[in-house]
């Protein structure tokens, strides 16, 4: 009778979106003891990772290459074959959908968990400069890698931090690597793809595994249920969660790692609330290949990434390498699922129309997608139409040079879009009440999920990361439990703040941008080409964006 | 605190600027960060040059004299055309944006300013329109014309919009007016423009309209000004807003049809006690 309702109660919680995840607490007793029973399935870890994602991935392997906690007894639980990364081997002329801006503070840490080397250096792009403007008043904004200065860490930060910047005559030991010019300027981002970066990450993993580190990595494997290990009999691990997986296997832990994305069972479990919202919006990604030729860009554009904001979202174009670029396009659910469908040659019409036409004209085209996504009049003849008259007023207008918009440099054409590559997915805002609980840590998604028009989703995952590895060291160091919610604390002031603070302001970009009211194009307008023009304050957006807000004694 | 930001920036972005070849104009302005924090355009400077014929490129300061100069020759007197359309096209801003946007929506819109047909005597054969039967939209148009003495070709052309393709709206706007007093009825009076000007407004939304809407009435006497509020204005803002948008109306393939399928087609109830 009681196995028959600890299994009901198993297959109760299976489903991990399950919100009530917690419910059925008290019958879990009865699965415990069972547990007990069959004691050999019950295994004892420091650390269990749930979710082999790239911030779950990075983690291990941050915690791996660490003298301090290479001891620690570590389990990866991933539902997905892990193993498949490892083999990934790609054509050079093919890129993968998924693709993500690096920040240099996101690099220096993949340096030094031994990652970064282990990438084809071929398909990493560096990305040199960004040019953002306003779809609807053309208002631009352009930033170059050039315009940052590198070394010292942001002026904000270190203002707030006390940390006095010692003046130029002193300090210019480190300021000379870049003046006499045998340094270049940091890039403003790498980009590349997300299974590029689980490919170096699942290799530093198993190198870890084979000099003798215990990581368990328990692949194609899923979590069944979380419990909290109770009663007299479990002594030192009183209060360890139990993580079932379905291979009949127990795991006991003495910190939980939810890298488990938006949907975290992990944070159920923990009975963390998630605060935020869904934007009606869906993000389109997709492998385009361009005509580099055709960019107005200095160097053919080469290294620059495009962001132009529409009233229905912001569509990006992110450089690669040879020729290629990756596309995120925010847009409504409905449009999203049109453009997917679109063929491939009104697709790329489309999305070059997105980077010049007028919203207006853009709404007509959206609103000729066919049910089965057959476009109902000729897109590349009305495309072709509106740019004519388009051409010949900018270029009236600017017979007396009084546009603003004049030389506004050009993304390169769209020529062809990869088969297969166009995928939509829901955009959201989420930040949990906590990243931490007593045993329980959150990172990555699952602690929070951003909008993606600033490229800053793995980025803050990967730095929850880099911030959790360092405080279980510190932790280790002083002897104290690394599961105890005060050894945790550390790590929760330390990212909950910056986290937020870029939650909040990428939703209110995309809020401010997400409308085509007068008074607010204006408003926003003014506001782009004053920051544009103001070099100091453009730097120090541009240091926050890269990750440069840390203070320099921490790397 | 700015001082200290400038220090620090300073000497390697400009060193950068001449070390690197690929440098950007904004490296330049970084360099400079408040000089030219804001370049504003002079207000006695035209912002373009001549974009159509009969295009006259005036600058901000003219526009704004010329608007307010117009709007109050027009109150004074509403029958110098000359006045409302120079009215009209200095207030049209970003409402002529609007419209074009609108008429890109939608397929005859798209029609029009592809082809950009225009209303004269010669393109509408005001003489072929004499000949169709009574009751057919030509050839109460005709008639309208024929009563008012009017003719196509009297319109003012447009001047100050600095657009080619707004110029042609405006105009298409200009020259579609006539069609507007046959599918309505109403008269060529002030209070029988003034109630086109409220429809107008409730269709297109053009401060110009608005202007006429809310200042016009005052030229009217009580008797009048209560019928055109009782009668005409609510008629007015009930089938301009739920009728088809008239800039979207390719008149010319309409006139054989009778002026009652012309109206229940675009969705206007003809105006009542005219």
């Given at each position: 009778m009681s196995s028959l309702l600890a299994r009901a109660v198993r297959t109760g919680i299976r489903s991990p979106l399950s919100s009530r995840l917690h419910q059925p607490m008290a019958a879990i007793r009865f699965q415990s003891t069972e547990a007990k029973a069959a004691a050999t399935a019950t295994e004892e870890y420091d650390v269990v990772i749930v979710g082999g994602g790239i911030a779950g991935s990075a983690l291990a392997c941050a915690l791996a290459s660490n003298k301090a906690s290479s001891t620690l007894k570590i389990a990866l639980i991933e539902a997905f074959d892990l193993s498949n990364?490892?083999?990934?081997?790609?054509?050079?002329?093919?890129?993968?959908?998924?693709?993500?801006?690096?920040?240099?503070?996101?690099?220096?840490?993949?340096?030094?968990?031994?990652?970064?080397?282990?990438?084809?250096?071929?398909?990493?792009?560096?990305?040199?400069?960004?040019?953002?403007?306003?779809?609807?008043?053309?208002a631009r904004i352009t930033f170059d890698a050039t315009d940052v200065d590198g070394v010292q860490s942001s002026f904000l930060h270190q203002v707030f931090s006390g940390n006095i910047p010692t003046p130029p005559g002193v300090n210019n030991s480190t300021n000379q690597e870049n003046l006499d010019g045998s340094k270049e300027a940091s890039p403003l981002a790498w980009m590349t793809e997300n299974l590029h970066v689980q490919y170096g990450l699942q290799k530093q993993l198993v190198g870890h595994q084979a000099r003798g580190v215990k990581l368990d990595v328990f692949e194609k494997t899923k979590v069944q249920g979380i419990t909290?290990?109770?009663?007299?009999?479990?002594?030192?691990?009183?209060?360890?969660?139990?993580?079932?997986?379905?291979?009949?296997?127990?795991?006991?832990?003495r910190l939980l790692v939810g890298a488990d994305g938006v949907n975290s069972p992990v944070r159920s479990f923990a009975k963390i609330e998630s605060l935020g919202w869904d934007y009606s919006q869906f993000g389109l990604v997709g492998t385009l290949q361009i005509d580099p030729s055709t960019s107005t860009a200095p160097g053919q554009g080469k290294g620059i990434a495009w962001q132009r904001f529409l009233p229905t979202g912001p569509i990006a174009m992110l450089p690669l390498n040879n020729g290629y670029a990756s596309l995120v396009w925010s847009t409504t659910p409905k449009i999203a699922q049109d453009l997917k469908k679109l063929p491939a040659r009104d697709f790329c019409a489309l999305v070059n129309a997105a980077f010049s036409a007028s919203p207006a004209e853009l709404e007509y085209l959206y609103k000729n997608i066919g049910p089965n996504g057959e476009p109902l009049v000729d897109f590349l003849k009305e495309i072709e139409w509106r740019t004519s008259v388009h051409d010949q007023e900018a270029s009236q207008t600017m017979i007396r040079g009084g546009s603003s918009s004049q030389g506004d440099a050009k993304p390169p054409r769209v020529v062809d879009v990869q088969e297969n590559s166009r995928a939509p997915f829901p955009l959201r805002m989420r930040n949990s009440s906590s990243y931490v609980e007593d045993r329980v840590v959150l990172v990555g998604d699952a602690a929070h999920t951003v909008h993606p028009l600033a490229g800053q989703g793995l980025n803050q995952g990967l730095a929850d990361v880099e911030c959790l590895a360092r405080v279980i060291e510190t932790s280790l160091l002083s002897g104290s439990d690394i599961g105890n919610i005060h050894s945790l604390t550390p790590y929760s002031s330390e990212r909950f703040l910056p986290n937020l603070a870029m939650l909040g302001t990428v939703d209110k970009l995309s809020k401010l941008y997400n409308t085509d009211f007068g008074p607010v194009v204006w408003a926003r307008s003014l506001g782009l080409t004053a920051v544009d023009k103001m070099g100091p304050i453009k730097n120090e957006i541009m240091r926050f964006a890269m990750g440069l807000e840390e203070p320099s004694k921490r790397s | 605190m700015s001082a200290r930001i400038f220090t620090r920036t300073n000497p390697s972005v400009l060193k950068q600027c001449l070390t690197r070849t690929g440098a950007t104009p904004s490296l330049a302005r970084s360099a400079v960060p408040c000089a030219s924090l804001f370049t504003f355009r002079s207000p006695l400077e035209a912002p373009t040059g001549k974009l159509y014929e009969?295009?006259?490129?005036?600058?901000?300061?003219?526009?704004?004299?010329?608007?307010?100069?117009?709007?109050?020759?027009?109150?004074?007197?509403?029958?110098?055309?000359?006045?409302?359309?120079?009215?009209?096209?200095?207030?049209?801003?970003?409402?002529?944006?609007?419209i074009r946007d609108q008429m890109l929506q939608d397929p005859e819109g798209r029609r029009i300013l592809r082809e950009r047909p225009v209303i004269t005597s010669e393109t509408m054969q005001l003489d072929t329109l004499r000949q169709l039967p009574d009751g057919t939209f030509g050839r109460e148009y005709v008639r309208f014309l024929d009563d008012q003495q009017v003719s196509p070709d009297t319109r003012e052309p447009v001047h100050y919009v600095d657009s080619e393709e707004l110029a042609y709206v405006m105009q298409r706007y200009r020259e579609t007016h006539d069609f507007y007093h046959t599918l309505t009825g109403l008269p060529v009076t002030v209070d029988g423009e003034i109630a086109l000007k409220w429809f107008e407004m409730a269709q297109t939304g053009l401060p110009m309209t608005m202007l006429s809407s809310f200042f016009g009435p005052l030229r009217l006497s009580s008797e009048e000004r209560e019928r055109l509020f009782n009668v005409y204005v609510p008629w007015a803002l009930e089938n301009g807003s739920t009728g088809k948008l008239l800039m979207n109306v390719r008149w010319e393939e309409w006139m054989e049809k009778p002026v009652e399928d012309v109206q229940r087609e675009l969705g206007v109830r003809p105006c009542p006690e005219v």
């Amino acid at each position: 009778m009681s196995s028959l309702l600890a299994r009901a109660v198993r297959t109760g919680i299976r489903s991990p979106l399950s919100s009530r995840l917690h419910q059925p607490m008290a019958a879990i007793r009865f699965q415990s003891t069972e547990a007990k029973a069959a004691a050999t399935a019950t295994e004892e870890y420091d650390v269990v990772i749930v979710g082999g994602g790239i911030a779950g991935s990075a983690l291990a392997c941050a915690l791996a290459s660490n003298k301090a906690s290479s001891t620690l007894k570590i389990a990866l639980i991933e539902a997905f074959d892990l193993s498949n990364h490892i083999k990934w081997s790609p054509r050079p002329d093919q890129y993968s959908n998924r693709v993500s801006s690096l920040t240099p503070k996101s690099v220096s840490f993949l340096k030094k968990i031994g990652v970064w080397s282990e990438l084809d250096s071929s398909r990493v792009a560096a990305c040199e400069g960004m040019q953002v403007w306003d779809g609807v008043s053309g208002a631009r904004i352009t930033f170059d890698a050039t315009d940052v200065d590198g070394v010292q860490s942001s002026f904000l930060h270190q203002v707030f931090s006390g940390n006095i910047p010692t003046p130029p005559g002193v300090n210019n030991s480190t300021n000379q690597e870049n003046l006499d010019g045998s340094k270049e300027a940091s890039p403003l981002a790498w980009m590349t793809e997300n299974l590029h970066v689980q490919y170096g990450l699942q290799k530093q993993l198993v190198g870890h595994q084979a000099r003798g580190v215990k990581l368990d990595v328990f692949e194609k494997t899923k979590v069944q249920g979380i419990t909290t290990e109770q009663g007299e009999s479990a002594q030192p691990q009183g209060d360890w969660p139990a993580v079932q997986l379905d291979n009949g296997k127990t795991l006991v832990t003495r910190l939980l790692v939810g890298a488990d994305g938006v949907n975290s069972p992990v944070r159920s479990f923990a009975k963390i609330e998630s605060l935020g919202w869904d934007y009606s919006q869906f993000g389109l990604v997709g492998t385009l290949q361009i005509d580099p030729s055709t960019s107005t860009a200095p160097g053919q554009g080469k290294g620059i990434a495009w962001q132009r904001f529409l009233p229905t979202g912001p569509i990006a174009m992110l450089p690669l390498n040879n020729g290629y670029a990756s596309l995120v396009w925010s847009t409504t659910p409905k449009i999203a699922q049109d453009l997917k469908k679109l063929p491939a040659r009104d697709f790329c019409a489309l999305v070059n129309a997105a980077f010049s036409a007028s919203p207006a004209e853009l709404e007509y085209l959206y609103k000729n997608i066919g049910p089965n996504g057959e476009p109902l009049v000729d897109f590349l003849k009305e495309i072709e139409w509106r740019t004519s008259v388009h051409d010949q007023e900018a270029s009236q207008t600017m017979i007396r040079g009084g546009s603003s918009s004049q030389g506004d440099a050009k993304p390169p054409r769209v020529v062809d879009v990869q088969e297969n590559s166009r995928a939509p997915f829901p955009l959201r805002m989420r930040n949990s009440s906590s990243y931490v609980e007593d045993r329980v840590v959150l990172v990555g998604d699952a602690a929070h999920t951003v909008h993606p028009l600033a490229g800053q989703g793995l980025n803050q995952g990967l730095a929850d990361v880099e911030c959790l590895a360092r405080v279980i060291e510190t932790s280790l160091l002083s002897g104290s439990d690394i599961g105890n919610i005060h050894s945790l604390t550390p790590y929760s002031s330390e990212r909950f703040l910056p986290n937020l603070a870029m939650l909040g302001t990428v939703d209110k970009l995309s809020k401010l941008y997400n409308t085509d009211f007068g008074p607010v194009v204006w408003a926003r307008s003014l506001g782009l080409t004053a920051v544009d023009k103001m070099g100091p304050i453009k730097n120090e957006i541009m240091r926050f964006a890269m990750g440069l807000e840390e203070p320099s004694k921490r790397s | 605190m700015s001082a200290r930001i400038f220090t620090r920036t300073n000497p390697s972005v400009l060193k950068q600027c001449l070390t690197r070849t690929g440098a950007t104009p904004s490296l330049a302005r970084s360099a400079v960060p408040c000089a030219s924090l804001f370049t504003f355009r002079s207000p006695l400077e035209a912002p373009t040059g001549k974009l159509y014929e009969g295009h006259i490129p005036i600058s901000p300061l003219q526009r704004t004299i010329l608007a307010v100069g117009s709007a109050f020759t027009a109150l004074a007197n509403p029958l110098r055309g000359d006045m409302v359309a120079a009215l009209g096209e200095t207030t049209s801003g970003i409402f002529l944006n609007r419209i074009r946007d609108q008429m890109l929506q939608d397929p005859e819109g798209r029609r029009i300013l592809r082809e950009r047909p225009v209303i004269t005597s010669e393109t509408m054969q005001l003489d072929t329109l004499r000949q169709l039967p009574d009751g057919t939209f030509g050839r109460e148009y005709v008639r309208f014309l024929d009563d008012q003495q009017v003719s196509p070709d009297t319109r003012e052309p447009v001047h100050y919009v600095d657009s080619e393709e707004l110029a042609y709206v405006m105009q298409r706007y200009r020259e579609t007016h006539d069609f507007y007093h046959t599918l309505t009825g109403l008269p060529v009076t002030v209070d029988g423009e003034i109630a086109l000007k409220w429809f107008e407004m409730a269709q297109t939304g053009l401060p110009m309209t608005m202007l006429s809407s809310f200042f016009g009435p005052l030229r009217l006497s009580s008797e009048e000004r209560e019928r055109l509020f009782n009668v005409y204005v609510p008629w007015a803002l009930e089938n301009g807003s739920t009728g088809k948008l008239l800039m979207n109306v390719r008149w010319e393939e309409w006139m054989e049809k009778p002026v009652e399928d012309v109206q229940r087609e675009l969705g206007v109830r003809p105006c009542p006690e005219v």
